[in-house]
């Protein structure tokens, strides 16, 4: 079986992240009550209404950029292993 690429990976998994990241953003700027309710269903009924607040651009651009390079840095962590792995069986 062929090597993954750890820069294609790592590009793939931050791309993706940020893109859902993007998204979760979108919707909590429009529907913020909905969103919340829906991640509450998500992390076991943990109520993040307690905690949340409102978030300006300056640290959604950051917490985009931070989810990003850490998509990445597993990505490429994944593919490392992954290549390891395969070759090791």
Not at 4 to 12: D, E, F, N, R
Request: hydrophobic share 55%; with cysteine; charged share 10%.
């Amino acid at each position: 079986m062929d090597k993954l690429s750890a820069k294609v990976v790592g590009l793939t998994l931050g791309g993706l992240s940020a893109i859902l990241y993007l998204i979760c953003i979108a919707f909590y700027w429009i529907a913020p009550k909905a969103t919340l309710t829906y991640f509450n269903y998500l992390f076991h009924g943990v109520d993040l209404t307690e905690v949340a607040k409102q978030v300006v651009f300056r640290d959604a651009l950051i917490g985009l950029v931070l989810m990003f390079v850490s998509a990445y840095l597993v990505g490429t962590l994944f593919t490392n292993l992954y290549n390891y792995f395969n070759e090791k069986y």
